[in-house]
């Protein structure tokens, strides 16, 4: 596997190293031992999977609040999507500001995001399935969220948005000065 940092801290992309063959291929998807070396923890307690219908669906945007701190690694099973995670540990140098990755079941890409940091996605295409492994279960009342469409975040999302739960339509938008060190998220 490589692992790679993205701009926010605790965002890395997890690449397999394909063995293959006249059969097919294989390869490690995940080892906690890389892991540790890389110096993330993950003890997964919960797996989880998203299927989504329509390309143009938004799941997100998600973080667990404190006490939990939800870890996340997350990689696409089948179809594409554009996966984003925003920033919103309060005084981290790159509060607010986000990073993009494309996951397709093609380039076998996973991402691995750090507690405090909001997670959402948009399909790329129909019959996206995403696989889930968290470090805690979903625990009820601790979940936070930013609008998609917020324009304090200044997201592109490559296709116009087809399906969004109302939840993560009526998320709340930051106030205009979110932008500046300090301000309250979630």
């Known amino acids: 596997m490589i692992i790679t940092p993205t701009e926010l801290d605790g965002v890395f992309i997890v690449d397999v190293e394909p063995f293959a063959d006249e059969r097919g291929l294989f390869a490690r998807t995940f080892c906690q031992e ?3 070396r890389a110096g993330l923890a993950v003890d997964v307690a919960q797996c989880s999977v998203a299927h989504n219908r329509r390309a143009g669906t938004i799941r997100g945007m998600h973080w667990a609040g404190e006490p939990v701190r939800e870890t996340k690694l997350v990689r696409v099973t089948r179809g594409a999507l554009l996966d984003v995670v925003v920033d919103t540990r309060p005084g981290s140098p790159t509060w607010l500001r986000h990073v993009e990755v494309e996951l397709t079941a093609d380039n076998r890409r996973a991402l ?3 507690a405090g940091l909001a997670h959402g996605y948009q399909t790329l295409v129909d019959d996206t399935e995403v696989t889930y492994q968290m470090n805690v279960p979903f625990q009820p009342g601790h979940d936070r969220g930013l609008r998609h469409d917020d324009p304090e975040l200044g997201i592109a999302w490559q296709l116009p948005v087809t399906v969004i739960s109302d939840k ?3 998320w709340p938008l930051l106030p ?6 300090g301000a309250e998220v979630g």
């Open 176 to 181: 205009a000065t979110a932008g500046i060190a």
């Open 112 to 114: 691995f995001i750090d």
């Open 34 to 36: 890389e892991f540790a």
């Open 168 to 170: 993560d339509r009526s």
